[in-house]
């Protein structure tokens, strides 16, 4: 599943599809702004109000997308409730989400572009293939999520 320039299908449906396809429950999209170098928010499945107004601009570094960013690989947690890596800040526990993870969106010559995380309610550990195909799927839409210009 892709997404690409000509595609009609909008971020949320691209998210929604996203999702479903790992058997997850919530999931991000975000996208760089070179202006402020924060990760915007483009899309979001099942994440509480109350945490919109912290995931709508996330520093690079700063959480669990904000790290794969940094690090340019993905992210991953088996349990964000019990995590004590320091990785997850504090109020993401709220999502309920346990297995949880995150890769950066990058450009063919490795720009970052932004993130995509993704999220089950139970405790899990992703495969090398999960992290692969995801990175994969952030990949195919780093052309689309670029601002113009």
Not at 39 to 45: D, E, I, P
Not at 138 to 148: F, K
Request: hydrophobic letters at 40%.
């Amino acid at each position: 599943m892709s997404i690409n320039q000509a595609s009609p299908l909008s971020w949320s449906d691209f998210l929604d599809q996203t999702i479903a396809s790992f058997g997850c429950s919530t999931g991000t999209l975000h996208r760089l702004d070179p202006a402020d170098g924060h990760l915007k928010l483009v899309a979001h499945r099942g994440i509480p109000e109350a945490l919109m107004p912290v995931i709508q601009s996330i520093p690079v570094g700063k959480g669990i997308a904000g790290a794969a960013a940094q690090r340019k690989e993905p992210v991953e947690l088996c349990n964000l409730q019990t995590d004590t890596s320091g990785v997850a800040k504090p109020g993401a526990k709220q999502t309920q989400v346990q297995g949880s993870l995150a890769v950066p969106v990058l450009d063919d010559g490795a720009r970052l572009c932004g993130t995509l995380g993704i999220g089950k309610l139970t405790p899990y550990e992703f495969s090398a293939e999960e992290k692969n195909r995801l990175t994969d799927t952030a990949r195919g839409i780093a052309a689309r999520l670029l601002p113009a210009g």
